[in-house]
């Protein structure tokens, strides 16, 4: 009797251990798989915000469009060159948000000092029908750069935006301090 109750308790015991093996996995699948649906989702609305970004640039006759969320920089043909612009480190503050705004040279030439003009605010309708609202904007201004290719950042603080409003940046009229070093722009 005691063999065949041995037996009993090493067939409940395996039983039990099987049962919880199969519990922790099924957790850590479910883990899984929330995780996964929450970088799809991420990655859906930053596909979004670049369809956007995209669309909106396409029309746009003087400037640069970026939309915060779609982490994809944008280029602007500029009286400096061609410059890259892109949006970094978004965070929330208690009047709206504050981004930093990343212009990258595309030349092997440092670029000279230089200033721009900044709106934000948000669009209402579509991208093919849209309305700019509550629109802000300031100067900005950069020294010359010594390295090339350049990399300039330049903190903005937009107020009125939040990080969750479907909001745009749009640079435009970056100028050389200096007009002599101006280019052709094409």
């Not at 039983?15 to 970088?39: H, I, W």
């Not at 979004?48 to 669309?55: D, E, I, P």
């Not at 400096?80 to 030439?109: C, F, H, W, Y």
Request: aromatic letters at 4%; one cysteine or more.
């Amino acid at each position: 009797m005691t063999k065949s109750y041995l037996r009993i308790i090493l067939v409940t015991s395996l039983v039990s251990l099987s049962a919880c093996a199969q519990q922790t996995e099924v957790r850590q699948m479910k883990s899984e798989v929330g995780s996964l649906n929450k970088e799809m989702t991420q990655l859906t609305d930053q596909t979004v915000k670049l369809t956007q970004q995209n669309a909106l640039n396409a029309k746009s006759t003087t400037g640069v469009y970026l939309l915060p969320g779609s982490k994809t920089p944008a280029r602007l043909n500029s009286k400096l060159g061609n410059l890259q612009m892109s949006l970094s480190s978004l965070t929330p503050e208690a009047n709206g948000s504050r981004v930093m705004l990343i212009i990258k040279g595309e030349s092997n030439d440092p670029l000279p000092a230089f200033t721009g003009k900044v709106e934000w605010g948000q669009i209402q309708g579509t991208t093919d029908n849209y309305q700019e609202v509550n629109v802000q904007s300031q100067q900005i201004s950069a020294p010359a750069s010594v390295l090339a290719p350049s990399d300039v950042s330049i903190p903005l603080l937009l107020s009125g935006l939040s990080p969750t409003q479907p909001g745009f940046v749009r640079i435009h009229d970056i100028q050389p301090v200096d007009p002599a070093q101006a280019l052709p722009t094409q």
